[in-house]
């Protein structure tokens, strides 16, 4: 029994607290190291509260895997990392260590030195992160020149071998196409090329590969991965897709309304869910292992409005263990040495068994689909 | 791939859409001309629903528009319940409309931002239903309690006011108030989260026993489609590679092409093995100049010869599921 795993005093650590390098069970100093980040946007004189005490580490090849629905602060985290949040209403607040070095606080022009060179970022939509009336070969030459100094020559050879690292036919028809000219794999493709062009130490992957299709998206993530063991770098996954994260990360945070709820290797996080947001997220894909018309158990509700978000537990409403301690006190992010979760009756617990048994017999919607879960599940080992 | 051929078509009572040989073609500059649906047939029997999978550019879309004769396809034959529709004039078309009804991919553009919820969803019957507004309010609110939107608070909103996911069911209040035979779902859950596409699933599932619907239903998520279809197309550029009921495509997958999409798959499955080696090509070619033959055979593993001058026809594997492939996959046998 899973139960027997969690000891609620014991291991905690507190959320604020500095002790949280054990998180990873690695002495090595961190190629990125996020403590405590909140980025808050003013709105009419409320505070959107995007990222709210984020805190992991990444290390020198290795990849982490930011999950969560839309509006969940994923994109948020890893433009606030980067210190490319423009928005005049964004306060960002708390410490982004890279190899030792403080980058919050630090003006864009000495954040500059970083982009590129340090840490790089591949954006969600190919379609739109080209400039559509420049030519393929300036957009990959364009930093070469500016931060390593290159000649035009120098810079235009890089160019040609960067795409055909990214497999790019023809890599020297290439460099005079315009972005409209390319399919959107291809585009995708010139993205990545750009981001590896200074060979940066951490590479920021935000949805890479959302608006592609299948097939495309996995040459892309093999494509990553593959540049990634060669350069050793340290990569950050964001996706909504499990899918994805699941073959291609070291370790996964899964993230929910500007939190971190559950932090754990990739394959413990699969065989072992201690959150019920991670456990309902995962309930509520279809899989192609299933046979069809297999009811999905869908996450009742719609995820908590970041401006006024519910006192206690921000799951609380579509949680199908929710119980009164949940709507009272914001549970604290639990850490042993390699998994960390925020809930007050973590998956597994006798306490959340009792949780949910207690919900179902007062006929609690969002507890519908654990049920049902639960009784196939009972059935099946009966 | 890139078959042709009728051999899969059932012979049943119960056809409700029959469609044959459909050919949606569109002229391209320079006299040139977009191949976007190449000869394809399939039909769909009363209740049940049908599944079109494939990448982006394979004219499952197109395919759906010409069910509904938007525009009317090229050539080939759409028969709803016996009738031909591509040879109804405009005026008789609009009135099999309500027949036949389409949900759209991106739920918020597909409303009108300026009207009220309660006028969105009776616009159909201002044409084909009751006009008097107390009827039509009725029968409005009845469907929009039944797709989960509380019909008062709605009847006044605008679509602004509602979720993405929310939209998504005012859209499909606004197909089923026509009370229609066949439902076309284009993309309908691919711009939602995957706890939304959960919800929106398991509704289509309810609506369809409680309505008796007949569903097309268009997506490129393999998941999700083998989720809601009793049987499921395979389309490559403009032709149908395979169709067969749904667990038996996904255990015996029989065309290269079906093969490659489910290893491209991520499954959420931290030990599901990754094909690795994929890291190159797989651009799908133009439908202005399609490949000779076999079109998908610019990118098959198995493409020879044969596969460039002669183009395979559909052909039985096994009971219910045909392949249109020279060199179908083994285990498929």
Same mark, same amino acid.
């Given at each position: 029994?899973?139960?027997?795993?969690? &000891?609620?005093?014991?291991?905690?650590?507190?959320?604020?607290?500095?002790?949280?390098?054990?998180?990873?069970?690695?002495?090595?100093?961190?190629?990125?190291?996020?403590?405590?980040?909140?980025?808050?946007?003013?709105?009419?004189?409320?505070?959107?509260?995007?990222?709210?005490?984020?805190?992991? +580490?990444?290390?020198?090849?290795?990849?982490?895997?930011?999950?969560?629905?839309?509006?969940?602060?994923?994109?948020?985290? &890893?433009?606030?990392?980067?210190?490319?949040?423009?928005?005049?209403?964004?306060?960002?607040?708390?410490?982004?260590?890279?190899?030792?070095?403080?980058?919050?606080?630090?003006?864009?022009?000495?954040?500059?030195?970083?982009?590129?060179?340090?840490?790089?970022?591949?954006?969600?939509?190919?379609?739109?992160?080209?400039?559509?009336?420049?030519?393929?070969?300036?957009?990959?030459?364009?930093?070469?020149?500016?931060?390593?100094?290159?000649?035009?020559?120098?810079?235009?050879?890089?160019?040609?071998?960067?795409?055909?690292?990214?497999?790019?036919?023809?890599?020297?028809?290439?460099?005079?196409?315009?972005?409209? *000219?390319?399919?959107?794999?291809?585009?995708?493709?010139?993205?990545?090329?750009?981001?590896?062009?200074?060979?940066?130490?951490?590479?920021?992957?935000?949805?890479?590969?959302?608006?592609?299709?299948?097939?495309?998206?996995?040459?892309?993530?093999?494509?990553?991965?593959?540049?990634?063991?060669?350069?050793?770098?340290?990569?950050?996954?964001?996706?909504? +897709?499990?899918?994805?994260?699941?073959?291609?990360?070291?370790?996964?945070?899964?993230?929910?309304?500007?939190?971190?709820?559950?932090?754990? &290797?990739?394959?413990?996080?699969?065989? +072992?869910?201690?959150?019920?947001?991670?456990?309902?997220?995962?309930?509520?894909?279809?899989?192609?292992?299933?046979?069809?018309?297999?009811?999905?158990?869908?996450?009742?509700?719609?995820?908590?409005?970041?401006?006024?978000?519910?006192?206690?537990?921000?799951?609380?409403?579509?949680?199908?263990?929710?119980?009164?301690?949940?709507?009272?006190?914001?549970?604290?992010?639990?850490?042993?040495?390699?998994?960390?979760?925020?809930?007050?009756?973590?998956?597994?617990?006798? +306490?959340?068994?009792?949780?949910?048994?207690?919900?179902?017999? *007062?006929?609690?919607?969002?507890?519908?689909?654990?049920?049902?879960?639960?009784?196939?599940?009972?059935?099946?080992?009966? | 791939?890139?078959?042709?051929?009728?051999?899969?078509?059932?012979?049943?009572?119960?056809?409700?859409?029959?469609?044959?040989?459909?050919?949606?073609?569109?002229?391209?500059?320079?006299?040139?001309?977009?191949?976007?649906?190449?000869?394809?047939?399939?039909?769909?029997?009363?209740?049940?629903?049908?599944?079109?999978?494939?990448?982006?550019?394979?004219?499952?879309?197109?395919?759906?528009?010409?069910?509904?004769?938007?525009?009317?396809?090229?050539?080939?034959?759409?028969?709803?319940?016996?009738?031909?529709?591509?040879?109804?004039?405009?005026?008789?078309?609009?009135?099999?409309?309500?027949?036949?009804?389409?949900?759209?991919?991106?739920?918020?553009?597909?409303?009108?931002?300026?009207?009220?919820?309660?006028?969105?969803?009776?616009?159909?019957?201002?044409?084909?239903?009751?006009?008097?507004?107390?009827?039509?309010?009725?029968?409005?609110?009845?469907?929009? $309690?039944?797709?989960?939107?509380?019909? $008062?608070?709605?009847?006044?909103?605008?679509?602004? %006011?509602?979720?993405?996911?929310?939209?998504?069911?005012?859209?499909?209040?606004?197909?089923?108030?026509? %009370?229609?035979?066949?439902?076309?779902?284009?993309?309908?859950?691919?711009?939602?989260?995957?706890?939304?596409?959960?919800?929106?699933?398991? /509704?289509?599932? $309810?609506?369809?026993?409680?309505?008796?619907?007949?569903?097309?239903?268009?997506?490129?998520?393999?998941?999700?489609?083998?989720?809601?279809?009793?049987?499921?197309?395979?389309?490559?550029?403009?032709? /149908?590679?395979?169709?067969?009921?749904?667990?038996?495509?996904?255990?015996?997958?029989?065309?290269?092409?079906?093969?490659?999409?489910?290893?491209?798959?991520?499954?959420?499955?931290?030990?599901?093995?990754?094909?690795?080696?994929?890291?190159?090509?797989?651009?799908?070619?133009?439908?202005?100049?399609?490949?000779?033959?076999?079109?998908?055979?610019?990118?098959?593993?198995?493409?020879?010869?044969?596969?460039?001058?002669?183009?395979?026809?559909?052909? /039985?594997?096994?009971?219910?599921?045909?392949?249109?492939?020279?060199?179908?996959?083994? %285990?498929?046998?």
């Amino acid at each position: 029994m899973v139960e027997a795993r969690w &000891s609620p005093g014991g291991t905690s650590t507190c959320w604020e607290g500095v002790a949280l390098s054990s998180v990873d069970g690695s002495s090595s100093t961190p190629l990125l190291s996020v403590r405590n980040l909140r980025t808050h946007f003013d709105v009419g004189g409320h505070a959107v509260k995007a990222v709210d005490g984020v805190s992991f +580490d990444v290390h020198e090849g290795m990849t982490l895997g930011v999950v969560g629905e839309s509006g969940s602060g994923k994109t948020v985290l &890893s433009r606030s990392i980067m210190g490319i949040n423009t928005a005049s209403n964004a306060s960002t607040t708390g410490s982004v260590r890279y190899n030792g070095t403080e980058l919050i606080g630090k003006s864009k022009r000495e954040l500059r030195d970083f982009w590129g060179e340090e840490m790089a970022m591949v954006f969600q939509d190919p379609m739109t992160s080209l400039n559509p009336v420049v030519r393929i070969g300036r957009q990959l030459t364009e930093h070469l020149r500016a931060h390593k100094k290159m000649s035009k020559a120098a810079a235009t050879e890089l160019a040609i071998q960067l795409l055909t690292w990214v497999r790019i036919p023809e890599p020297e028809q290439r460099l005079s196409n315009y972005p409209h *000219q390319m399919s959107g794999g291809m585009r995708q493709r010139v993205c990545i090329a750009i981001a590896l062009a200074c060979s940066p130490n951490l590479l920021f992957a935000d949805e890479p590969t959302t608006a592609l299709d299948v097939t495309v998206q996995h040459q892309i993530l093999n494509l990553l991965s593959q540049q990634q063991s060669e350069r050793k770098m340290g990569m950050v996954l964001v996706t909504h +897709d499990l899918g994805v994260v699941a073959t291609r990360t070291d370790e996964i945070a899964v993230m929910y309304a500007g939190k971190i709820v559950e932090k754990a &290797s990739t394959s413990t996080l699969f065989s +072992d869910m201690r959150h019920p947001y991670t456990q309902s997220l995962f309930w509520s894909i279809p899989k192609t292992s299933e046979p069809k018309h297999t009811r999905l158990s869908a996450i009742v509700g719609r995820p908590p409005n970041l401006a006024a978000l519910p006192v206690g537990c921000s799951f609380a409403d579509r949680c199908p263990y929710v119980q009164p301690i949940c709507r009272e006190v914001e549970p604290e992010l639990t850490t042993d040495s390699t998994h960390s979760f925020a809930c007050h009756l973590p998956v597994g617990s006798a +306490d959340a068994d009792a949780a949910l048994s207690s919900n179902i017999a *007062q006929g609690l919607a969002q507890s519908e689909a654990a049920a049902i879960r639960r009784d196939a599940q009972t059935g099946a080992s009966a | 791939m890139a078959g042709s051929g009728t051999s899969h078509l059932r012979q049943h009572e119960d056809v409700v859409l029959r469609v044959e040989n459909l050919t949606v073609e569109f002229p391209a500059k320079g006299g040139k001309v977009v191949h976007a649906v190449s000869g394809i047939s399939f039909d769909v029997l009363r209740g049940e629903t049908l599944g079109l999978v494939g990448e982006s550019g394979c004219g499952k879309s197109t395919t759906g528009r010409a069910l509904l004769q938007l525009p009317a396809p090229t050539g080939g034959s759409v028969q709803l319940d016996g009738e031909e529709l591509t040879s109804l004039n405009r005026s008789a078309m609009t009135s099999r409309r309500t027949d036949i009804q389409m949900i759209f991919q991106d739920p918020i553009s597909s409303l009108n931002p300026r009207r009220t919820i309660g006028k969105i969803v009776a616009e159909p019957l201002d044409v084909w239903g009751p006009k008097a507004e107390d009827e039509q309010w009725k029968l409005v609110s009845e469907i929009l $309690d039944a797709v989960g939107i509380d019909p $008062d608070s709605a009847r006044y909103k605008r679509p602004h %006011e509602y979720s993405g996911g929310q939209c998504q069911r005012i859209s499909i209040a606004r197909a089923l108030v026509m %009370e229609p035979k066949v439902i076309i779902c284009d993309e309908p859950v691919s711009a939602l989260d995957v706890s939304v596409q959960a919800q929106i699933l398991n /509704m289509l599932e $309810d609506l369809k026993a409680k309505y008796g619907l007949t569903l097309v239903f268009i997506a490129h998520d393999l998941a999700v489609v083998k989720n809601i279809s009793d049987r499921v197309a395979v389309m490559y550029l403009g032709k /149908m590679c395979e169709i067969s009921e749904s667990d038996e495509l996904y255990a015996r997958p029989a065309h290269p092409y079906t093969r490659l999409l489910m290893d491209s798959h991520p499954e959420p499955n931290p030990n599901a093995e990754i094909d690795e080696s994929v890291v190159l090509g797989g651009e799908i070619p133009s439908p202005i100049n399609p490949p000779s033959g076999c079109r998908f055979r610019t990118r098959c593993p198995f493409a020879d010869e044969r596969c460039a001058t002669e183009e395979p026809t559909m052909t /039985m594997v096994s009971e219910g599921h045909y392949v249109a492939c020279h060199h179908p996959l083994a %285990e498929a046998s």
